[in-house]
C-alpha cells in the first residue's frame, strides 16, 4: 500500500513537471525603465515603469506653465498581453482627482472612470482604452496591434484602435558608439487625431511624440528636437494628404445660387441672391438666378451665406487648422506659440499645402521662473524683454503678449517700446501684480477676464503662477460690484479704451463642467463625435471637491457674466476667442454671448466677422462684397433667428479654396451635420 501511494506521489509529481505554466508576455520587459518629459526643449518632468512579473508600476508626472498631471498606474497583463487589471490614480493638468479602474474577470470587463462606471461581457480578452493613463500605454497596446488582423482590435468602452507603421529610424547611442533600432508609429481611433510614438527593436517604448511635447527614453534626451520634428512631420503628412483629397480649387467662376447673404454693416440678411468668387476673391453679387458661362454651380438652396469667423485667442496647430475651416473660422490670432512651429504652418497654409485659417500673429514673451511657460521668448531681464519686441517686430508680428512669470514692472517699458514700433500689446496679469498696473502701463487689451478679476479678490503676495489662478475663482462669489475697487479697474479700461478677451468658453468649462455630465455647450454636437471623443466631453477639468465648492464655482462664473455684462454697458470691446482651439467651441463662445451677455444674433456674429476683421485693420476681410476675399461659410438654417444655425456648415470658402464638411468629417471620425451641397462643373 505505502508503495502503490509513493508510486503515484511521483506520477503527479513528474505530471505536474510536464505542466508549463504560461509565459507571461511581459516576461522580455523586466525591470525599471526611465523617461525625460520634455516641452519646448525643456525638461519638465518624468515618467518611470517597473514591470515585475506580469505586473507594471507608472509613475508619470509634469508641469509645464504652474500646472501639469500627476500620475501613478499599475497595470496587471493575462499571458496574452491583455490588461486585466488597470488602476490609475492622482490629479489631472487642472486639478481633477482621478481614480480609474479596470478589471476583466472571466467574461466580464468593468471600468469606473470619471464619467461612471459600465460593464461589457467579453468572450475574450479586449483591449481597454484608458481615460486619464501615461502615454505608456501605448506600447501595451502596440505590442497587441502587432499581431491582430490588419493591426486593429475592437476596444472597450467602444470603437476600435488601429495601428500604422510610419518608417524604420535609428539614434545614437549615448555612449557615441553604435545606434539603436527604432521604429515610429501612429495609433488611431481613440481621438480626432492619431498619436505617434516610437519602440525600439525588442518592441521597448522608447518616446510619445508630438511637435512641441515628448517622453523620450532617459540618456536619449540630445535628440528630441529630431523625435519631435517626426511627429511635426507625419501630422503634416497627414493633413496634405486630406488637403489633396478635400480642398476644391475650381480652374472657373465659382457662383454659389440662391443665397442670402448677412450683411454685418446693416446686421441683416439680403434677399435672395448668388455670390460669384473668381480665383480668391468675391467678385460680383447678382440675381439669385442669374447663371453665366463657363461657370462651377453650386446650390445654396436659401440658405445663409456667413462671413468667415475669427478665433482671437488661438494656439495655432496643424491638426486643429482643417477642423476650424470646416466651422467656418476662416481667421486665426496667435496668442503664443513655439515660433518656428507656427512659421512652419503659416508657410504650408500659405502655399495651400495645408488647409487652415490666416493667422494673425502675437509674440509671446515670458520670464524664466520654475512655473514659466515654455513658447515664444523667454527672458530674464529688462533688456532682454526689450530685445525680445525687437525681435518680434523684425520678424513682422502684429503684436506682443506677456505672461505670467514676467517681472510686471517692466511692462512700462516693453509696452512703450512696442507701441513705439507699432505692436499691439496684450496679455496676461504677470504674477504678484494686477489688471490696473497693465492698464496703466498701456495694454491695448487685457487676456481672460479672470486674469482682471483676480486682482479683486488676491493678496499682493499670492503666486498666480500656479492653479491658483483657476482655483481663486471660488473667492469671486464675494464680490460686490459697485465697489470701489471694481469700478476703478472698469473706468481704467473706459479711459485706455482697453478691449477684453475674455475667453468664456473656457471659464464655463473650467466652472461648470462636472464628472459624468456632458459638459455645457457640448450638447449639440456629442452625439456626432467618436466614442472616446464624447467619453471626454463628460469629465471635469477642475476638482469640486463638495457640494460647497460645486455651489462656490456655479456662483463664481455668474459673477464672471455679471462683470462681462457690465463691460459691455460701459461700452468696453468684447473680443470673441476661446483658448479651447476654436472650431466647436468658438460656436459656444458666440452662442454664450447671445444667451448671457446680452448681445442680439446680428450683433455677435457682426463681432466675429466685420469687427475683428477692423480690429485687427484687414480691410479685404469680414464681410461678403465684391473685392473682399472669398472668406465665407453657408448654412442652411438662419442664424440671424437661431445662433445655433451656424453649427450646421454645408460649405467653407477659404480664399476661394472650397471644402464641403460632409465629406471631410468621416476623416476624424465625426458624423456629418448637413447634407452635401449639389455641385454642377
Known sequence: MKLRIVVIAITLMAIQ?????????????????????IVGENKVGHLKATTVGDTIHVD?????????????????????????????????TFGNAVDEHFALEGTNASWTDATGSGNASAEAAQLYVNQFGSPYSSVLAARLLLNAPENTLPVLPA???????????????????????????????????????????????????????????????????DMRQLAENYS???????????????????????????????????????????????????????????????????GTLVPGLYEMHAHSGDNGALLNVLAGVTSFRDMGNDNKVLSDLIEKIDAGVLAGPRITRLGFIEGKSQFNANNGIIVESEAEALAAVDTYDSLGYYGVKLYNSMNGDWAPAIVKKAHEKG????????AFSNANAMLNAGFDEMTHINQTMLGWVLEPEEDTRTLLRLTAMKRFPGLDLGSPKVQETLDLFVANKTAIDPTLSIHEKLMLSRNGQVSPGTEDYIDHMPPNEQRGMKVALAQIADA?????????????????????????LIVAGTD???????????????????????????????????????????????????DFFLVPGNPVEDIKAIKSIALVARGGTFYYPTEVYPEFGIAPFTQMPEVKE
Open 236 to 302: 503634416a503628412q497627414r493633413y496634405e494628404t486630406l488637403q489633396k483629397k478635400y480642398a476644391h480649387n475650381y480652374d472657373k467662376k465659382v457662383r454659389i445660387q440662391n443665397v442670402r447673404v448677412f450683411d454685418p454693416e446693416t446686421m441683416a440678411l439680403t434677399d435672395p441672391v448668388s455670390v460669384v468668387v473668381a480665383g480668391e476673391k468675391i467678385t460680383a453679387i447678382e440675381a439669385a438666378d442669374a447663371t453665366g458661362e463657363n461657370e462651377v454651380v453650386i446650390a445654396g438652396n436659401g
Open 548 to 572: 460647497e465648492e460645486d455651489k462656490a464655482y456655479r456662483e463664481a462664473y455668474q459673477k464672471i457674466v455679471e462683470t462681462l455684462k457690465l463691460m459691455k454697458e460701459k461700452g468696453i
Open 423 to 430: 505692436l499691439f500689446v496684450t496679455g496676461h496679469v504677470p
Open 159 to 225: 470603437g476600435k484602435l488601429t495601428l500604422t507603421e510610419m518608417e524604420k529610424i535609428s539614434v545614437p547611442l549615448p555612449s557615441g558608439e553604435g545606434e539603436l533600432a527604432l521604429t515610429t508609429y501612429a495609433l488611431s481611433g481613440a481621438e480626432l487625431n492619431p498619436s505617434y510614438f516610437i519602440l525600439d527593436d525588442q518592441n521597448r517604448f522608447f518616446a510619445s511624440i508630438d511637435p512641441r511635447y515628448i517622453v523620450i527614453r532617459e540618456g536619449f534626451e540630445a535628440v528630441e528636437k
Open 60 to 92: 508619470y508626472d509634469y508641469k509645464n506653465n504652474g500646472r501639469g498631471p500627476t500620475m501613478k498606474e499599475i497595470i496587471v497583463l493575462n499571458p496574452e498581453g491583455y490588461p486585466v487589471d488597470w488602476k490609475i490614480t492622482g490629479n489631472t
Open 580 to 630: 479651447l482651439g476654436g472650431a466647436f467651441n468658438l460656436h459656444r463662445e458666440l452662442e454664450l454671448y447671445t444667451q448671457q451677455l446680452g448681445y442680439t444674433n446680428a450683433e455677435v456674429l457682426k463681432l466675429a466677422t466685420y469687427d475683428m476683421a477692423q480690429y485687427l485693420g484687414q480691410a479685404d476681410l469680414g464681410s461678403i462684397a465684391p473685392g473682399k476675399l472669398a
Open 17 to 37: 513537471s510536464c505542466k508549463q505554466e504560461p509565459a507571461s508576455s511581459l516576461a522580455n520587459y523586466q525591470g525599471d525603465e526611465t523617461y525625460t518629459v
